[in-house]
């Protein structure tokens, strides 16, 4: 079966469950990343700023949640705020 995109429906599945939609704690969406882990995303530095309402380049890292959901994977909307812990930094620069 191929999409509209001509595409498998499987291949255009997977990846729409592996994009995620980077916010901040107050809903400012900053752009979007890719899970490349069960738990892990992959997404650039200035999404993060924007999303956290910060300057872009800020060094060091900067503090704060982010909340990370899947709007292409058909799952459920993502909590009011962010889980205890959740979307910490695990790199930067």
Same mark, same amino acid.
């Given at each position: 079966? $191929?999409? %509209?995109?001509? @595409?498998?429906?499987?291949?255009?599945? *997977?990846?729409?469950?592996?994009?995620?939609?980077? *916010? @901040?704690? =107050?809903? $400012?969406?900053?752009?979007?990343?890719? /899970?490349? %882990?069960? =738990?892990? %995303?992959? $997404?650039?530095?200035?999404?993060?700023? =924007? *999303?956290? +309402? /910060?300057?872009? +380049?800020?060094?060091? *890292?900067? /503090?704060?949640?982010?909340? /990370? =959901?899947? #709007?292409?994977? +058909?799952?459920? #909307?993502?909590?009011?705020?962010?889980?205890?812990?959740? @979307?910490? @930094?695990?790199?930067? +620069?």
């Amino acid at each position: 079966m $191929t999409t %509209a995109s001509g @595409g498998s429906a499987s291949a255009d599945a *997977a990846l729409g469950s592996a994009i995620v939609r980077v *916010a @901040g704690p =107050d809903g $400012t969406v900053g752009g979007v990343g890719f /899970l490349v %882990a069960p =738990d892990l %995303a992959l $997404t650039c530095a200035h999404v993060v700023a =924007d *999303a956290l +309402g /910060l300057p872009r +380049g800020q060094v060091p *890292a900067p /503090l704060g949640a982010l909340v /990370l =959901d899947r #709007p292409l994977s +058909g799952g459920p #909307p993502p909590p009011p705020h962010p889980p205890p812990g959740g @979307g910490r @930094g695990g790199g930067w +620069g």
